[in-house]
């Protein structure tokens, strides 16, 4: 009986490190999901409001870019993507990607998942019952020569939700 009990305590670390956090579209539209959620958890695969699995590791391609004209111009940018990774980073100008990286491949490296920003009146919100969005951090895959120093490999897809609403991301 000792015995038993001294390997489970023993090997009980083991079994909660093997276990994926996952996080679907519908837990993060929760407000009491949201208000207990710790959004420093690392987090493994992403299931959006379509049924869509993401999981680190996985192959997504940028789509098209999304403007209001027909067609597209140099200095187009996505909406939704921005260069480098922004985790950490509150009140900072993002650059957003170019429109020439469409149709291009990333790697999902990691996700991160933060409240929204609350749009209303209120002079002091309480920031846990606001709804969460998942933001994904993704590289180029493995590039040679001179198109590992002068393309942009690190990138951040602010809203992985809109970014597959407007076509920014494709499966």
């Given at each position: 009986?000792?015995?038993?009990?001294?390997?489970?305590?023993?090997?009980?670390?083991?079994?909660?490190?093997?276990?994926?956090?996952?996080?679907?579209?519908?837990?993060?539209?929760?407000?009491?999901?949201?208000?207990?959620?710790?959004?420093?958890?690392?987090?493994?695969n992403?299931?959006?409001?379509?049924?869509?699995?993401?999981?680190?590791?996985?192959?997504?391609?940028?789509?098209?870019?999304?403007?209001?004209?027909?067609?597209?111009?140099?200095?187009?940018?996505?909406?939704?993507?921005?260069?480098?990774?922004?985790?950490?980073?509150?009140?900072?100008?993002?650059?957003?990607?170019p429109?020439?990286?469409?149709?291009?491949?990333v790697?999902?490296?990691?996700?991160?998942?933060?409240?929204?920003?609350?749009?209303?009146?209120?002079?002091?919100?309480?920031?846990?019952?606001?709804?969460?969005?998942?933001?994904?951090?993704?590289?180029?895959p493995?590039?040679?020569?001179?198109?590992?120093?002068?393309?942009?490999?690190?990138?951040?897809?602010?809203?992985?939700?809109?970014?597959?609403?407007?076509?920014?991301?494709?499966?």
């Open positions: 009986m000792l015995r038993n009990l001294i390997i489970i305590v023993l090997f009980l670390p083991f079994s909660m490190i093997g276990q994926k956090k996952v996080l679907t579209y519908d837990q993060t539209q929760d407000i009491v999901f949201a208000e207990q959620y710790n959004t420093k958890e690392v987090l493994e992403y299931i959006t409001k379509e049924g869509i699995s993401i999981s680190i590791g996985d192959t997504l391609t940028i789509g098209d870019a999304l403007i209001k004209r027909k067609d597209y111009l140099f200095n187009d940018v996505f909406s939704h993507i921005v260069v480098g990774n922004t985790k950490g980073f509150k009140n900072r100008e993002f650059e957003y990607l429109h020439r990286y469409s149709d291009s491949k790697i999902v490296k990691s996700f991160y998942v933060k409240h929204e920003r609350f749009d209303g009146y209120k002079l002091w919100p309480n920031r846990k019952r606001i709804p969460l969005y998942v933001a994904v951090f993704v590289k180029n493995k590039s040679k020569g001179f198109a590992r120093i002068f393309l942009r490999s690190r990138k951040t897809i602010l809203d992985i939700e809109k970014a597959f609403l407007c076509g920014e991301i494709i499966e």
